[in-house]
């Protein structure tokens, strides 16, 4: 800070002296004119001292962003000639530029990114990837204030080097006229005679050919990658959408909404993995065991405790039979009925236009389309564990139906994984009766989230029976005696960074099932991908706009990442549908700034934005304001009083940034605070909006009361208080 404080009097300091030195009446042209015979003395005297200094003060007053700049290149060219001025002149303005560009950084940067970290990391973002193109382009045009451009440039993460080139070759053009007006410095009647329209429309138009030239760049790299294909004359539909999950259903129904002729290819079940195996079924359990757990403390409520009798075979009839009643909203019948054509089959793609499929029914069908969009979705990842594959597993897509033909819970279930498909499974067997124990790598559940959310999860989890070992290591799996045993070995600190210390003993646990939920890996394999070239890294690489190495193909859903969520499935659906049929006109960027989750353990823990580790990772000065549901009424009427709402906003600013939400109905509550982030509302507006009494959800006016608390007027409340005191007399 004192450094900073110490440069800005400096600079203060040499701008002042140069108005009170009347140097800025000495950089007019009147004042150049009539110092010209006094320059020309000094140079025969001393030729090298004043080249010298004349470069000198070329890069202090451009550095300062003092006015005169102009007046000092018309200079160049009348005291040192075309050729020597341009140089002195050229090089000078470079390295004026790019000291007041490092300090325009130093002093402004860290300051701004504090106060608007989201804004400046898109910039900082676009910048590294088209920055020196879009300051060449600037450089090359005079009109734009290059005073103003080396400031705003500082802020920005443009490499200084790559600054200082750019500026230096893009601001060549129009140094070189100003330099060669100066050799003609008598006849110079104004600067505006210099900069005529007809030499501003030039350097507009000389602006314009790096954006022609980049245009012209992209169409010829998109034309590159068809080079070896020969694309129909006609298209046989507008859209091919493979995969009937969350993403392709939306992508398809968009399609035929704007009545474009599309076909969805699914092999497998409509609606995905969400429904058929993933979120829908799930979430039926869970609340089968939430019952059951509800029955066996029921004395919380004032009745009396009694242990559920059940069949579990039952238990999974039911999570069937919920499937089967939400399924004809994503049925072949409906998608039929609004416009899409659905085939049922394994899609191939032949070329960049072109898909083979092979119907389960028998028999192929090859169809071509303007644009093709990837919806293949995701599958469990199995640990590459010694005997694994001997003594057998599920996952969250098999264990439905392995488990429907069991009377009972699995009375020994391993757990594999402590993210949240894991720890929702792990509470809702432990609930229903399983001995369950989890097994965690890392040395948290939930490792997405601050560490306090980590630690109540866990006790909420061991609550509920389930024995949580984190940091251990599953090693293998091995039959003893006619017995299934996972051996794992408990991780030192050290082991957690790949350096292994002494080892810990091993320890053996026997299950009757082991469930691996240690994450989904992105369904690559059998489309054609690698036979296109279509690059891939674990997911399939695609740009902004989903397009992937072909621009017709694009790619959405958990094959793309960055999150695996049913509804961001169903938002890139959207992206990849209207790019798709009308990038030729507009193309969108995917927004990914407010994307909520929830895992729905109990309570359930939703998010939103970042959280205190994030904020603290990313150097930005926040606060966080909590409010616990130990004081909401409703939540004391639930006998569901645990809990709290966190929410992180910039130092001294209602601006959401981030919010934590651990309660009985989070995923619900925190549906507010998307729409909050996602339209700029603040907290003050949350507050000042009536919240039904007594709900959950005034919680959210609740934590917004906190904060304005906290941000209370104080000198205000004091004048109040002696206002108030004066008028009781």
């Not at 700049?69 to 050229?90: D, E, K, R, W, Y």
């Not at 005073?147 to 070189?176: E, R």
């Not at 403390?297 to 242990?307: F, K, P, Q, S, V």
Request: charged share 20%; with cysteine.
């Amino acid at each position: 800070m004192i450094k900073r404080i110490s440069l800005i009097l400096l600079i203060l300091i040499l701008a002042a002296s140069f108005f009170y030195f009347d140097l800025n009446q000495l950089l007019t042209l009147e004042g150049l004119k009539g110092s010209m015979a006094q320059f020309d003395a000094y140079k025969a005297q001393s030729p090298l001292l004043v080249i010298g200094g004349f470069f000198l003060l070329y890069v202090v007053v451009t550095a300062l962003s003092l006015p005169g700049a102009t007046i000092l290149t018309l200079a160049a060219g009348a005291l040192f000639g075309l050729v020597q001025g341009l140089l002195i002149a050229s090089f000078a303005s470079s390295i004026g530029a790019t000291l007041a560009f490092l300090t325009s950084r130093y002093l402004l940067r860290d300051t701004i990114k504090q106060r608007f970290p989201e804004r400046l990391a898109a910039i900082d973002k676009g910048v590294k990837k088209e920055g020196a193109f879009y300051l060449f382009t600037l450089r090359l045009v005079p009109i734009f204030p290059f005073f103003l451009i080396n400031l705003l440039m500082g802020v920005t993460a443009i490499k200084s080097w790559t600054y200082y080139c750019v500026s230096q070759v893009g601001m060549l053009a129009g140094t070189f006229v100003f330099v060669n007006a100066g050799t003609q410095l008598a006849q110079v009647e104004s600067l505006s005679g210099i900069l005529s329209f007809d030499l501003i429309v030039s350097f507009a138009l000389l602006g314009l050919f790096p954006l022609i030239t980049k245009s012209l760049l992209n169409a010829f790299k998109k034309r590159r990658v068809y080079k070896n294909y020969n694309k129909p004359k006609k298209f046989d539909r507008n859209m091919i959408v493979i995969g009937a999950g969350a993403g392709g259903l939306v992508t398809s129904y968009i399609a035929a909404t704007v009545r474009a002729k599309v076909t969805l290819i699914e092999a497998g079940e409509m609606g995905g993995d969400c429904l058929n195996y993933g979120c829908v079924p799930s979430k039926a359990i869970i609340k089968s065991a939430k019952i059951a757990e509800q029955m066996r403390t029921a004395e919380r409520y004032g009745l009396e405790n009694t242990a559920p009798q059940f069949s579990f075979k039952k238990i999974i009839a039911r999570v069937h039979d919920v499937i089967a009643e939400i399924a004809p909203n994503d049925s072949v019948e409906r998608y039929t009925d609004l416009g899409v054509e659905v085939l049922k089959g394994y899609a191939k793609l032949i070329d960049p236009w072109t898909v083979e499929v092979a119907l389960n029914d028998g028999g192929t069908q090859t169809l071509t389309a303007r644009t093709i969009v990837l919806a293949t979705g995701a599958r469990p990842f199995i640990p590459p564990l010694p005997g694994i594959e001997e003594t057998g597993y599920v996952t969250s897509d098999t264990l439905w139906d392995k488990f429907a033909t069991l009377d009972e819970t699995p009375k020994k279930l391993v757990v594999l994984g402590g993210g949240p498909i894991g720890s929702e499974l792990a509470q809702a067997f432990a609930r229903l009766g399983s001995n369950v124990t989890q097994i965690e790598r890392g040395t948290r559940l939930m490792k997405k989230e601050d560490e306090e959310v980590s630690e109540f999860a866990q006790k909420s989890l061991e609550a509920s029976g389930v024995k949580v070992l984190t940091s251990h290591q599953a090693l293998r799996c091995e039959m003893r005696d006619g017995k299934k045993y996972i051996i794992v070995q408990q991780l030192n600190d050290d082991d957690q960074s790949g350096q292994q210390k002494d080892q810990q003993p091993e320890m053996a646990f026997e299950y009757d099932e082991l469930l691996c939920a240690v994450g989904r890996s992105a369904r690559l394999e059998g489309y054609g991908l690698e036979a296109l070239g279509i690059e891939t890294d674990r997911t399939v690489v695609t740009n902004e706009y989903l397009e992937t190495l072909y621009p017709n193909i694009y790619a959405a859903g958990d094959i793309v990442g960055p999150y695996q969520f049913t509804h961001v499935a169903s938002h890139q659906g959207w992206y990849a549908a209207v790019n798709g049929l009308f990038g030729h006109f507009k193309k969108f960027k995917v927004d990914y700034r407010v994307i909520p989750w929830t895992t729905f353990i109990d309570p359930e823990v939703a998010r939103l934005g970042l959280n205190e580790q994030e904020a603290i990772d990313k150097g930005i000065d926040f606060e966080v304001t909590r409010y616990d549901f130990e004081e909401l009424d409703r939540a004391i009427t639930d006998s569901a009083a645990k809990g709290f709402i966190k929410v992180i906003t910039p130092k001294g600013k209602d601006k959401i940034l981030g919010v934590t939400i651990v309660a009985e109905h989070a995923g619900d509550l925190m549906s507010e605070f998307v729409l909050a982030m996602k339209h700029g509302l603040g907290l003050n507006k949350i507050l000042g909006t009536i919240h039904t009494y007594p709900t959950w959800a005034e919680g959210n006016k609740y934590v917004a009361g906190e904060w304005k608390r906290n941000h209370a007027p104080e000198t205000v409340l004091n004048w109040l208080e002696k206002y108030h005191t004066w008028r009781r007399g």
